[in-house]
């Protein structure tokens, strides 16, 4: 079946890279995304990487893409304390449904 | 573009009560989705729809959970009678057919059933 799974916490200092984990268990997987949700707020896209790519790098966030051991990773340079947020990971199955599926979060803490 | 509308923003209702959320996705998006958010069970899918069409319901609950999509540019969640375990933040999100088909989500409606 389909599952993706995060680490729940995760807490740096301001100006420190963050680096955010996620595995994912369909190898078919097409497409993996990262959304971020603040307080209050729906999800919001931040970046994905199409399954044949290894790294994409947008600004301060670089993604790797490890498919062989099917994990995923987001880092975000010089982390802010406006990086404060939840982040899922999330793959889109390779069945051809349109459906995502997402992991559980990583509560990210920035400390000034 | 207004993004996805969800209303209302917040509702708090007696349990038994009948209660019904909205949302008005992007338009020419082909697919919508319904969500329920909380600490326990993360995020849960519990509906989507192509071009107005159930496809997977497979999420929704229990019998107390429908929802329509009469058009493409509104659908609605009911949940009937509500019971304070339904106590959630609901999301509806929207993506186009083609592409990258990444969702966009609206800002939720938080539902608390007392």
């Known amino acids: 079946g389909e599952d993706v799974e995060q680490s729940l916490f995760l807490s740096v200092r301001e100006g420190d890279s963050s680096v955010i984990n996620c595995t994912y268990t369909?190898?078919?997987?097409?497409?993996l995304y990262w959304y971020k949700q603040e307080p209050g707020a729906g999800l919001q896209l931040l970046t994905y990487?199409?399954?044949?790519?290894d790294m994409k790098q947008d600004q301060r966030l670089t993604v790797l893409l490890n498919k062989k051991d099917k994990h995923l990773s987001l880092r975000i340079a010089d982390t802010q304390t406006g990086d404060s947020a939840i982040y899922f990971c999330?793959?889109?199955?390779?069945?051809?449904?349109?459906?995502?599926?997402f992991g559980t979060g990583t509560r990210l803490l920035v400390s000034p | 573009d207004a993004g996805v509308i969800q209303s209302p923003r917040h509702e708090v209702t007696e349990m038994g009560q009948e209660v019904t959320l909205r949302c008005k996705p992007i338009?020419?998006?082909?697919?919508l989705f319904w969500y329920r958010q909380t600490m326990m069970r993360g995020l849960e899918l519990l509906i989507y729809?192509?071009?107005?069409?159930?496809?997977?319901d497979s999420g929704m609950p229990e019998d107390r959970f429908s929802a329509k999509m009469p058009n493409a540019s509104f659908s609605t969640l009911k949940i009937q009678p509500s019971e304070p375990r339904d106590s959630a933040v609901y999301f509806c999100?929207?993506?186009?057919?083609?592409?990258?088909?990444?969702?966009?989500f609206g800002p939720g409606t938080r539902l608390t059933v007392t």
């Open positions: 999330a793959e889109r199955p390779g069945s051809g449904f349109q459906k995502l599926v």
């Open positions: 729809f192509n071009n107005n069409v159930p496809i997977d």
């Open positions: 999100a929207s993506s186009p057919l083609a592409g990258v088909a990444e969702q966009y």
């Open positions: 338009s020419g998006h082909d697919y």
């Open positions: 369909d190898s078919s997987s097409t497409y």
């Open positions: 990487i199409f399954s044949n790519m």
